[in-house]
Nanobody, 126 residues
């Protein structure tokens, strides 16, 4: 079992930046598919970004060219760098993982993941 803990959320002005961190413990996650999801009030959990064990990445169109997912395997940490933030980015952001199989494919659905953090709130407002 991998424990995931998100941090780095907070209040930021439109156009600003935040970097979210997802720290893993309990075992190495070098063979895990990792992803970020977000959920706003009244909306379903939404895919944001994913990284395969092969370190390939994929983003939903609404964040492409603004967000970057990265991984520091030595620190067992995954990051989400968020730039040019918009009010519609406001949500609770969740880190998710699943044990790697088919390392060259992306998993985009919440039900594809069985390890979740508790979330960190991101609020974009002036």
């Amino acid at each position: 079992q991998v424990q995931l803990v998100e941090s780095g959320g907070g209040l930021v002005q439109p156009g600003g930046s935040l970097r979210l961190s997802c720290a893993a413990s309990g075992r190495t996650f070098s063979n895990y598919h990792m992803a970020w999801f977000r959920q706003a009030p009244g909306k379903e959990r939404e895919f944001v970004a994913a990284m395969t064990p092969a370190r390939t990445t994929y983003y939903t169109d609404t964040v492409k060219d603004r967000f970057t997912i990265s991984r520091d395997t030595a620190r067992d940490t995954v990051y989400l760098q968020m730039n040019s933030l918009k009010p519609e980015d406001t949500a609770v952001y969740y880190c998710a993982g699943r044990l790697g199989q088919y390392t060259g494919v992306f998993y985009l659905g919440p039900t594809d993941y069985n390890n979740w953090g508790r979330g960190t709130q991101v609020t974009v407002s002036s």
